[in-house]
């Protein structure tokens, strides 16, 4: 059982909880069961592929991890679009005054699993904006884990996610601030509905040297229905007195008023669905460099908010 540990939460909680580890989906157990880690060989590399409109899209779907460096002062943008079951992983570094944009978007088969990690360090002053979409896959686990080595680097990270039928996402990002004024944002936003299962642990880690620092993560759920699990593991450590930390959730139904307001106007409950789990989600897909991933995602997530009785 233990291969099939594919990350852990920072610091151990209750065990009944059941949110200490994320573990492999069955699907994907058979990629390690001759001896393999749950994470593919990151000296293996594949080069990154630019799209004709200038993206940089990231090569996915070849079993192989993907590392690339961004230089000094230099500015990279990163598009990995996730379209079958894998096991996936993404490192990074970026060197002082850098700047790097990545975003990944996990549309998978609903018949398929999907785990995915991401990695990246950050030098003095560089910068990390990251965004992730989790639409797809009947079972997900990520780990997203960010390193703030660097004095005054800083990340800004938010994660939209989507669970229906009997779909498992099971999300572990972690922002560790090491270095002196390090700046930290991290949100996340979903609808559950039908008899979804969600994990988000969304943790700052604030390391001694780290005098100065701030962070900020909040998480917002709305629940479409009863029969949903919804669990979020908000996660604050500290070992530097000096230091700015902040975290909350909000979690439940469609507000009930803005709901019957949105029905007055001619809106039947579905489509008052629709433009609500819209509005929770721009935030983050407005984020994404790319307006046809865009409106693909959004297009997916409303015609499954149809779908079915609520």
């Known amino acids: 059982m233990e291969q099939n540990v594919f990350s852990r939460i920072p610091l151990r909680t209750w065990n009944w909880l059941g949110v200490n580890e994320v573990r492999l989906p069955d699907g994907l157990q058979k990629i390690t069961a001759k001896g393999r880690t749950a994470t593919p060989a990151v000296e293996t590399l594949e080069e990154s592929a630019a799209g004709t409109d200038g993206k940089d899209f990231i090569k996915t779907g070849t079993g192989k991890a993907q590392r690339f460096f961004v230089a000094a002062g230099e500015t990279a943008e990163k598009i990995a679009v996730f379209r079958k079951e894998e096991l996936a992983e993404i490192c990074a570094e970026v060197a002082e005054g850098g700047t790097l944009c990545l975003t ?7 018949d398929r699993a999907f785990a995915g990690k991401v990695r990246i360090r950050a030098a003095k002053d560089a910068k990390v904006k990251f965004t992730a979409v989790e639409a797809g896959a009947s079972e997900t686990v990520t780990e997203v884990r ?11 990270v938010a994660v939209a996610y989507f669970g229906d039928g009997e779909r498992k996402i099971d999300m572990n990002y972690i922002i560790v601030q090491q270095g002196k004024d390090t700046e930290a944002e991290m949100q996340a936003r979903g609808v559950l509905k039908d008899a ?20 900020r993560e909040k998480e917002e759920v709305v629940l479409l229905n009863e029969g949903v699990r919804n669990r979020s593991v908000p996660l604050m450590l500290s070992q530097e007195d000096a230091v700015n930390g902040q975290h909350a959730v909000s979690a439940g139904r469609l507000d009930r008023a803005k709901w019957f307001y949105l029905m007055s106007r001619g809106l039947d409950e579905k489509a008052a669905q629709k433009l609500m789990a819209g509005s929770l989600f721009a935030p983050v897909l407005e984020r994404i460099p790319d307006t ?13 908010i149809a779908d079915g009785e609520v």
């Open 292 to 304: 046809e991933l865009q409106r693909e995602i959004m297009a997916c997530i409303e015609e499954r």
């Open 104 to 110: 990944c978007i996990q549309l998978a088969p609903e």
């Open 196 to 215: 979804s299962d969600k994990i988000f642990r969304g943790a700052l880690d604030f390391r001694r040297g780290s005098k100065g620092s701030a962070g």
């Open 146 to 156: 960010i390193e703030l080595e660097g004095d005054g680097s800083s990340a800004d």
